[in-house]
């Protein structure tokens, strides 16, 4: 039979891995603060750096994406989304590196290596987007299941030929001068 620990405990140690996953969601906003202002200002030698001269502009944008993202992170009571959209700009991230890790690209080994460093944040930000998306199982941020719902007023079958029968309100129609001229 398996021991279950007090409620008491239980909460403790509910509470230890959400500060846990909070304060690595708030490294996480500032590290994509850092980041995306490095990528902003240095997308010049970033790029040099990697072999992907002429990828400048492209490098800046994920730049102003990172910034973004951290703001959000940092300043949302929620910052679950936030983390789910940096998995997003990695996996961008990811999709752009492999194309710098090709055998005519001199610079392969330091996109390789790169290209490993991202891998590795994306696990952290795996890890720290399911640790805080685990509230929601809690209760702590709801979220409604519409999928029973069809958005029509009446079921399917009542709706059939309901458009066939409808008429125009008097205030809804076009006023007679507006109306086109018509030839008899």
Sequence with gaps: MAHRRPDRQHAAS???R????????RGLG???IALGATELLASRG?????GME???RLVASYGLREIATGAGILASEN????IWGRVGGDVLDLGTLATALDGRNPRQENAGLAFAAVLGVTVLDVICARALGGRRRQGRVGFRDYADRSGLPRPSEAMRGAARDFQVPRDMRVPEPLRP???A
Excluded: C, I
């Excluded at 959400?18 to 969601?25: E, T």
């Excluded at 910052?79 to 936030?82: C, I, N």
């Design 30 to 32: 500032w590290f994509s």
């Design 54 to 56: 002429g990828n400048e």
């Design 79 to 82: 910052p679950a989304p936030w």
């Design 46 to 50: 970033l790029t040099r750096a990697l």
């Design 14 to 16: 509910r509470r230890r």
């Design 181 to 183: 001229y018509k030839v």
């Design 18 to 25: 959400r500060d846990s996953a909070d304060r690595l969601a």
